[in-house]
């Protein structure tokens, strides 16, 4: 598709089941990034992929989360034993690597994937 | 790590006022500096960036502002219309990912 493409645009879940959310990114894009957007709250950092590999993934909120991308395209974001607290927009972003391997710039955005957790 | 300040958190303008939101950040390594667009139920979509070489950058009704000294940047939007209505974001890079502020709310009323 033209642009980032996620799934499920909704879901509604029982607290203490597993999630697993997917994003497709823009054909060609290397880098892949996950953030999250709870109510009147910023876009908080989760995870960057790298290719197939996550160079930084210093913004998972605990060890319920956890992601992996294959073939250098599709991830997926899987949450564990989901919380109340876990509920949000789940926003996935893509872009372009350079030789130097440093982001050109522009992140393009799904629309999200909003969870809430019951 | 980096630390992004918005303010305001809500701005209301009136149709053809101007409208100007502000960023401070941290992290002095900080080199590109994006100013992200999010209306209801869409995800967030790049409107303009200023690097760090830059003081200045004007895109039609919008430009954007960096003081390096000071780490602090901002949003102008002159004329402004009902359709800029959503929520801004402010961001910076240092090495390889975003750091965002919380966002200001833009209402603009006719």
């Known amino acids: 598709g033209a642009g980032v493409s996620q799934s499920p645009s909704n879901k509604v879940t029982e607290k203490g089941k597993d999630v697993e959310l997917r994003c497709d990114p823009i054909?060609?894009?290397?880098?892949l990034y996950w953030y999250r957007q709870s109510l009147g709250q910023g876009l908080e950092f989760l995870i960057y992929?790298?290719?197939?590999?996550?160079?930084?993934k210093s913004g998972l909120p605990s060890d319920r989360f956890s992601a992996e991308r294959t073939g250098g395209s599709v991830s997926t974001l899987t949450i564990q034993r989901t919380q109340q607290e876990d509920s949000a927009v789940y926003l996935c972003?893509?872009?372009?690597?350079?030789?130097?391997?440093?982001?050109?710039?522009?992140?393009?955005f799904g629309e999200g994937s909003r969870l809430t957790v019951l | 790590g980096e630390n992004v300040e918005q303010h305001p958190s809500t701005l209301s303008v009136q149709e053809g006022d101007s409208a100007v939101i502000k960023c401070t950040y941290s992290?002095?390594?900080?080199?590109?500096f994006p100013w992200y667009k999010q209306e209801l139920g869409k995800g967030p979509q790049l409107i303009i960036d200023?690097?760090?070489?830059?003081g200045e950058k004007k895109d039609q009704r919008i430009a954007v502002t960096l003081n390096k000294t000071a780490k602090h940047f901002s949003l102008h939007i002159t004329e402004t219309q009902p359709e800029d209505s959503a929520v801004y974001f402010c961001?910076?890079?240092?090495?390889?990912?975003?750091?965002f502020g919380k966002g200001t709310m833009l209402l603009v009323s006719p």
């Open positions: 972003a893509s872009s372009f690597l350079g030789r130097k391997l440093i982001s050109t710039g522009e992140l393009f």
């Open positions: 961001a910076a890079r240092g090495y390889s990912t975003l750091t």
């Open positions: 992290d002095s390594a900080s080199n590109y």
């Open positions: 200023i690097r760090s070489n830059v």
């Open positions: 054909s060609g894009h290397t880098a």
């Open positions: 992929f790298q290719g197939n590999s996550a160079p930084d």
